[in-house]
């Protein structure tokens, strides 16, 4: 009898805090949102500069992604399969992004690609903007979602062992019908995870883009950015249209991802 | 022949893990490699299938030389020990994986692998995904998928492994009849005898990566050569007796010496092995015509019954002072114990706890002689280490047991020497499996000649200043006086051993210095040459005598496989002996040193001094009793 009375309690608890601390805030915004109608919500967010700075943030995301996606896995092969002098260091190194405040982040990529800087005029004597400029969001976006990919996928590649693998070249299989029959199929729920959390992080980041690319609307103005910029100029429900998209886009996709993941042949 | 490895030898580190393996599988044979956890078994099955390249020897499968073949283009199939299947694939899409490979069109692999899906009994299982099937079902699917494309070969690691043992048995049942079916040349790895037994047309056991012994299961079990095998499989009895005149003793009982039993030299250990089935209890004496073998009275200390046998425990009266090798003795205790197994049919017969009963045996084994045991006396790591050395070195040479054996004062010698020793081993121990250390706090002769006293050692090698004394010669002869073992000297460390003279005179008793330098060469794989000195050339007699002596000698080495030849020197013993041993091609010398000293005959702890100081070479003195 206690016993289902722990249980209950521990549910509750549960539930309520997952209500206070996030369900709560999200109905008050989407509230918040309607509150001058549907129609007058629509025109907040179809504004030029409304929907420019959303595909910014989309496409720049979703560049970032795949970079990451690559580079992540990459990554977790080589922490898993390879022993190298400086493993360690290399394997703390990754989490970095985590720890340091994103305004520092942005600072670091103005240091070293900013106009006065030898890599900033490099690239500004081929043509390439980084500073101010979508190849900027993309490296600061890449720096502060470094960490999901590759901590996604290194501990279930840790699991799968060589084993599988070597069944396959048993087989008969060769390298590249392993990577990608046998590898990449084992690997992918934890890669789609790893990819859904550097979007989502992507789409609601702030400070390093700020930094690195300023607030320039129409050009290098990104979804958050816009949202800060509106709420300055008082115009709050300028900045609950785009907040909601935000909020609903990044919903969806841990909802899709939670869809995926269950899979029969996943225990 | 479907399978041949040859001179297997494998590397990680500075770990050995796989040591000059050979062997051979016929067709159609299953075959199981059984070792303990680490032994290097696994190891050798990953070689054969290609996903391990060995650091030397071959692998040629079906006749074509595989050895640096990558594993997709062997055509054998792998069991792994945790299955590995693919996840993501359903079990029919996992069992043709190696028929898409090989682009098999898709009805043709359908047929195909419900065809081998109904031969592990799994129809109808075809669309579920692995983790959906029970550990025995995925175990049966990894091993259709391993015989989709009709290997020649089957490799399976510990493929019960993570099995309940319920099923087990099924399962080993399942596995034998499909593998007499398809006729496929497996080899399987285990650490589980009963499997192995119940499985294998024949039995590799192994052990720290060498292939100790091989062999039909029964043959493993009633004749096995090793100690090593006659412990890890079964229960048993072994016990060391002592061979004396063509009759092997144990304690105050004789056995006949069987005739098939391997040669053991006079006075050498006998070590008997018995298995608890084998001995019979009885409330009378046996009578000579039993065909039973009377081992004298014992009583019952432990009785353990288990449904049709009941096990027991015996304490033998006859026996004590017999060393038992299994069961393993505990500290302390005073007699021999055996352990007994009998049916229990009529159990008001069997036997009562604490009653004493008539002990026989219906049938013994007597096992292979074992590899020389060195005892080296180490002295203080500041000694001269060369006698160390040279013993560590004659160890690995010959596969045998090195002892390093210390004595010390006080607790602080105690943990420096300790200390040593355990870097010694961590050497070592690879290389020879069979080492062991010792220290012990007391006087030094006394330990060293307790030490001596067990019975077990062949060799004793020690610096010869041990006693203290700085003459070397006094030392030798008490060591030789009162170890009676044969003392092996040196003062320069040296390497290989390759070829061994052996001095010798005619009608020395028991010839016992031949025996003992021919086992040393046959162990060590090296030459020898025998030596005797002809004092008198004119004496008809004499020269007869003593080449008839060096052809026998020629003879019985060349008998144990050892490349010999045999020279005559003439003059004066002494300096026959030291010119003949100066020449460069010799190792090591052989000695024969008559006990007890006659004052009129040559000083042998003499030459042995010259051999070693001005010649640098061993000298191992071999001590013969003139009665």
């Known amino acids: ?18 209500g206070l601390l996030i369900l709560l805030p999200i109905v008050a915004i989407t509230v918040a949102s309607l509150e001058q109608g549907i129609a007058s919500l629509w025109g907040n967010i179809t504004t030029p500069q ?37 493993k360690n260091v290399m394997n703390a190194l990754i989490d970095l992004p985590f720890a340091i405040p994103t305004v520092v982040t942005g600072i670091m990529l103005v240091i070293l690609y900013g106009p006065n800087s030898v890599l900033g005029t490099m690239f500004s004597g081929w043509g390439i903007e980084v500073i101010f400029a979508k190849p900027g969001i993309i490296l600061a976006l890449l720096f502060v979602s470094y960490p999901f990919v590759v901590r996604a996928v290194q501990p279930v590649l840790q699991d799968l062992g060589p084993d599988m693998e070597n069944a396959a070249r048993t087989l008969g299989a060769g390298k590249l019908r392993i990577f990608f029959q046998v590898t990449l199929p084992a690997l992918l729920p934890a890669i789609l995870t790893g990819a859904a959390l550097s979007f989502s992080r992507a789409m609601g980041e702030f400070g390093s883009i700020v930094v690195v690319a300023g607030n320039i609307p129409l050009k290098s103005q990104v979804a958050a950015v816009y949202i800060y910029g509106e709420l300055e100029s008082n115009n709050p429900q300028g900045a609950l249209g785009l907040s909601v998209v935000l909020l609903i886009i990044s919903f969806l996709v841990l909802l899709v991802l939670n869809f995926l993941q269950r899979r029969k042949w996943q225990v | 022949m479907s399978i041949v490895i040859n001179n297997l030898r494998k590397q990680f580190g500075h770990a050995l893990v796989v040591n000059n393996v050979s062997l051979e599988i016929q067709e159609g044979e299953l075959f199981v490699l059984l070792g303990a956890s680490g032994s290097g078994k696994s190891t050798i099955l990953r070689i054969i299938a290609g996903l391990l390249e060995p650091d030397s020897g071959s692998v040629t499968i079906n006749g074509v030389d595989m050895t640096h073949v990558d594993a997709r283009k062997r055509n054998v199939g792998m069991v792994f020990q945790n299955y590995s299947l693919f996840g993501h694939l359903t079990v029919f899409e996992n069992v043709e994986f190696g028929l898409q490979v090989r682009k098999l069109p898709k009805a043709q692999r359908r047929n195909r692998s419900k065809e081998l899906l109904e031969a592990v009994g799994l129809t109808g299982l075809g669309h579920r995904y692995p983790a959906q099937l029970s550990g ?40 034998q009849e499909i593998q007499r079916r398809l006729n496929v040349t497996t080899i399987l790895v285990t650490h589980d005898q009963e499997e192995a037994f119940e499985l294998a047309d024949r039995i590799g056991v192994i052990e720290r990566g060498q292939l100790i012994e091989i062999g039909p299961p029964d043959v493993l079990y009633h004749h096995p050569k090793t100690e090593i095998v006659a412990t890890f499989i079964g229960g048993g009895n072994i016990l060391v007796g002592r061979e004396e005149e063509g ?99 009529g159990l008001h017969h069997g036997a009562r706890f604490d009653e004493t009963l008539w002990v026989g045996v219906r049938d013994y084994h007597i096992l292979e002689p074992s590899g020389i045991k060195f005892l080296v006396y180490t002295g203080s790591p500041e000694r001269n280490p060369a006698a160390q050395e040279l013993a560590l070195h004659l160890g690995q040479l010959t596969r045998g047991a090195v002892t390093l054996f210390s004595v010390v004062s006080n607790d602080m010698e105690m943990s420096e020497v300790q200390a040593e020793m355990e870097r010694i081993q961590n ?40 006693t203290g004394q700085h003459e070397m010669k006094p030392a030798l002869q008490n060591l030789l006086e009162e170890t009676l073992l044969p003392v092996l000297t040196v003062s320069q460390s040296q390497k290989g051993i390759l070829h061994i003279l052996i001095c010798t005179a005619a ?9 003992v330098g021919g086992r040393l060469a046959m162990r060590a794989h090296a030459k020898a040459t025998v030596f005797s000195v002809l004092t008198s050339p004119d004496d008809q007699v004499e020269t007869r ?49 008559p006990l007890p000293q006659a004052p009129q005959r040559i000083h042998w702890p003499d030459v042995a001094q010259r051999i070693t100081r001005e010649l640098n070479k061993p000298v191992l003195l071999v001590p013969m009793m003139t009665t």
């Open chain 2, 507 to 515: 009608g020395e008793p028991g010839k016992s210095d031949v025996q």
């Open chain 2, 247 to 345: 009759r092997i003793r144990l304690g105050k009982v004789f056995l006949p010496m069987p005739d098939q039993a391997p040669l053991h030299a006079q006075g050498s250990p006998v070590r008997v092995l018995f298995r608890p089935e084998t001995v019979v209890l009885s409330r009378e004496a046996f009578s000579n015509a039993s065909g039973i073998y009377p081992l004298g009275q014992g009583r019952v200390l432990k009785r353990i019954f288990n449904g049709p046998v009941q096990r027991l425990v015996l304490e033998m009266e006859e026996l004590a002072g017999v060393r038992p090798l299994k069961p393993v003795p505990r500290y302390g205790q005073p007699r021999t114990r055996i352990e007994v197994v009998e049916t229990t049919t």
């Open chain 1, 50 to 86: 409304a929907l420019y700075a959303l595909r910014l943030t989309i496409t720049t995301a979703i560049i970032m992604v795949v970079l990451n996606v690559v580079m992540g896995t990459l990554t977790a092969f080589v922490l898993v399969r390879y022993n190298f002098p400086g």
């Open chain 2, 545 to 593: 005598r003593v080449e008839q002596h060096l052809e026998q000698a020629r003879q019985s080495l060349t008998g144990l496989g050892i490349a010999c030849d045999t020279r005559l020197g003439l003059g004066e013993p002494m300096a026959e002996i030291f010119n003949q041993a100066a020449k460069p091609a010799y190792d090591l010398v052989v000695l024969g040193a």
């Open chain 2, 427 to 466: 050497v070592w121990q690879e290389r020879i499996p069979l080492l062991t250390t010792e220290v012990v706090k007391g006087e030094r002769h006394e330990q060293v000649y307790l030490k001596t006293q067990s019975g077990i050692y062949d060799i004793l090698v020690a610096d010869p200043k041990f």
């Open chain 2, 136 to 175: 025995g079902q995925q175990q049966r699917v990894a091993v259709a998928r391993a015989l989709a494309y009709n290997p020649r070969v089957l490799l399976m690691d510990e493929p019960f492994g993570a099995l309940d043992v319920k099923i087990r048995g099924t399962l080993r049942q399942n596995l």
């Open chain 1, 1 to 18: 009898m206690s016993e289902r009375w722990s249980d209950f309690i521990q549910r509750s608890l549960m539930f309520f805090y997952l």
